[in-house]
């Protein structure tokens, strides 16, 4: 498979503090993959989003993107890699319409305005949005609104899209929805997605899952690979998805498995 994302010995501590919150992390994402980045709030996910996304700088170690080394002069060419989806829809809104804000970002990159219309057209189509594409996007719902969010990035075209915690304002239907969607989107256009989640139970159709802790990678692998270690799950601070919990309860097995397994046991 062909690397996207190398992180080689990957080091941050933030001003004023002693201990880091990335320490010596090194990992490999390859193109088209859905990776899950899973840890506990302070297992330094979100301070490995920044360093990717160059919000913050390398103190020490390497980031390698696409085949460009990660340098301040290099920002703006991995920005134009890849798109990140936050947690807050709210905070990415800028236009009056859902339409005007997919434009926005094309409008920022200089993009042709035929091409802009032909492009917000496919990104709304994407998300299912087509027909609110008028509506003001601060009275959308939240699922909705993470969908325009969602819009705005497939819209710039990138290889890599970046999911900071994006369905955790959601209700359990809502998540559903969200990734259900965001699937299709990555394996229609051969997408790299990078899933950071504090919720286990949003990585079952991962290809891999990164546990973090302490910031550093202290598991990693399939799904089934990393359900079977649930005691160290647990004592890093993550909850189990229910099934796991009541497949351990009844049947006292740690595996992978879905619903409609569970069911069937039942």
Do not use: C
């Not at 609110?132 to 705005?152: D, F, N, Y």
Request: negative net charge; glycine residues 6%.
């Amino acid at each position: 498979m062909e690397p996207i994302i190398t992180i080689n010995n990957l080091s941050y501590t933030y001003d004023g503090q002693s201990i880091p919150a990335i320490d010596d992390l090194s990992l490999t994402i390859n193109k088209g993959e859905w990776i899950s980045i899973v840890g506990h709030n302070g297992s330094g996910k979100s301070t490995l989003l920044k360093l990717i996304g160059g919000i913050e700088l390398i103190q020490k170690g390497d980031i390698t993107i696409n085949k460009i080394k990660l340098r301040e002069d290099t920002i703006q060419s991995v920005h134009e890699q890849l798109g990140i989806v936050f947690q807050n829809p709210d905070n990415q809104f800028v236009g009056a319409t859902v339409e005007d804000d997919i434009a926005f970002g094309l409008e920022n990159y200089g993009v042709p305005h035929d091409e802009m219309h032909v492009r917000v057209n496919q990104a709304l189509e994407a998300v299912e949005m087509s027909h609110m594409r008028r509506h003001e996007p601060h009275h959308l719902s939240g699922g909705q609104k993470q969908r325009v969010a969602i819009a705005s990035v497939l819209a710039l075209q990138p290889e890599i899209i970046i999911l900071d915690e994006a369905t955790s304002m959601l209700d359990p239907e809502g998540r559903t929805e969200i990734l259900r969607i965001i699937k299709r989107v990555q394996q229609t256009h051969r997408l790299t997605i990078i899933h950071i989640t504090h919720h286990l139970e949003e990585t079952l159709d991962s290809d891999r899952i990164f546990v973090m802790n302490k910031g550093s990678v202290v598991l990693s692998g399939t799904p089934e690979t990393i359900y079977k270690s649930a005691d160290e799950l647990i004592s890093i601070g993550l909850d189990l998805p229910f099934e796991m919990k009541v497949n351990r309860l009844l049947f006292n097995q740690d595996e992978f498995i879905t619903t409609e397994e569970l069911l069937k046991k039942l």
